[in-house]
């Protein structure tokens, strides 16, 4: 994987250009930001929501997003992967013409075939490998988020240039991009969700459960799990030294314990199934149809696996371990004459 920085992208693509932002929400508030600072004409297209009058807020002057799209030569699809079908043929696509660039920060829907964008449009992708939230604050601070990048239509000839500038304009050329797909990016991001997140998230469930059975209190399980912010700093010192080498910071009982004892928590029946998902739901796309079906009717399933979760034993124990974190760690800032 090569990443390319700074030197191997120009603004110069977006010059006489204008970048319609497609969705003032998260990715959407970050990137028309950062394009501005950047020196780039942008425009917001959203809905009458909070959204809309957040882009206000940021002296921006929200159009519709139908007229965004007509009034953009660089369309940034932001809205959230659901809405985007929807709006699609009403509102975005009566506003391409031959020559435009139409730019998503995920692979999902195109790559998938959900959205096919007419032939003689330029289909990029840009996918900061952060959360809007940090893809501006890092731009704040002189740094970047990591990102993907693809060229799925190279209508013009410039598709990969014009991508590479708005990483550059977005600073995600500061941290760093390299090339995917839109179906790679897509299958990667459902493998952590369906596979990654989901195996840890029913894992800490279940050793919640363990540890009440075996007579720890709830608050206690909760605050070993997750809540004492340990666990975040572990995957933080994982991301900046390395999975394993970061055990180095802890005890050489922590390590043996871990490392001896990994192994035989994995059995044939987990790794069959994380392949089944991996090529039924995800490559084959059963994931996609199911998901398609699950809000054409109205999310119900949804809905009910939310109230499960919030309802568990762990989510009602967790409300005042977390808020004496918090009080500990806002005491902590204000004894340091800290800020966030």
């Not at 699950?294 to 696996?305: I, K």
């Not at 034993?313 to 967790?318: K, L, R, T, V």
């Amino acid at each position: 994987m090569r990443l390319l920085k700074d030197d191997d992208a120009s603004l110069e693509p977006l010059e006489g250009k204008t970048v319609a932002v497609l969705g003032y929400g998260n990715q959407g508030h970050a990137q028309a930001l950062n394009l501005r600072d950047s020196g780039v004409r942008v425009i917001v297209g959203n809905r009458d929501d909070a959204y809309r009058a957040r882009a206000v807020a940021d002296d921006f002057a929200p159009l519709s997003i139908r007229e965004a799209a007509q009034a953009g030569d660089i369309l940034l699809v932001l809205t959230t992967d659901e809405s985007q079908p929807h709006i699609w043929a009403s509102e975005i696509a009566p506003g391409l013409r031959p020559g435009k660039t139409v730019v998503w920060a995920s692979g999902y829907n195109v790559g998938y075939g959900i959205i096919k964008p007419p032939g003689d449009v330029d289909v990029v992708m840009v996918a900061p490998r952060m959360t809007g939230v940090h893809v501006r604050s890092l731009y704040l601070k002189g740094s970047g988020a990591l990102a993907q990048y693809a060229v799925h239509q190279d209508f013009t000839g410039h598709a990969e240039t014009t991508a590479l500038a708005l990483c550059k304009g977005i600073g995600l050329t500061r941290g760093g991009v390299f090339a995917s797909s839109f179906r790679e990016e897509a299958e990667l991001d459902l493998f952590a969700e369906q596979v990654v997140w989901a195996g840890l998230t029913a894992w800490f469930l279940e050793c919640f459960e363990i540890g009440v059975e075996f007579g720890f209190s709830p608050e206690l399980m909760v605050m070993e799990l997750y809540a004492s912010g340990e666990t975040a700093e572990i995957m933080a010192a994982m991301a900046r030294v390395g999975f394993f080498k970061q055990m180095g910071h802890h005890s050489t009982t922590s390590q043996y314990g871990t490392l001896s004892r990994g192994p035989s928590l994995i059995n044939d029946a987990m790794r069959a199934r994380a392949r089944e998902i991996m090529r039924g739901d995800i490559r084959e796309g059963a994931f996609v149809s199911e998901w398609s079906s699950e809000q054409a009717g109205g999310s119900e399933r949804l809905d009910a696996l939310r109230r499960r979760v919030l309802e568990h034993p762990m989510s009602q124990a967790e409300t005042g371990v977390i808020a004496a974190v918090q009080a500990v760690a806002q005491s902590l800032r204000g004894s340091t004459g800290g800020d966030d």
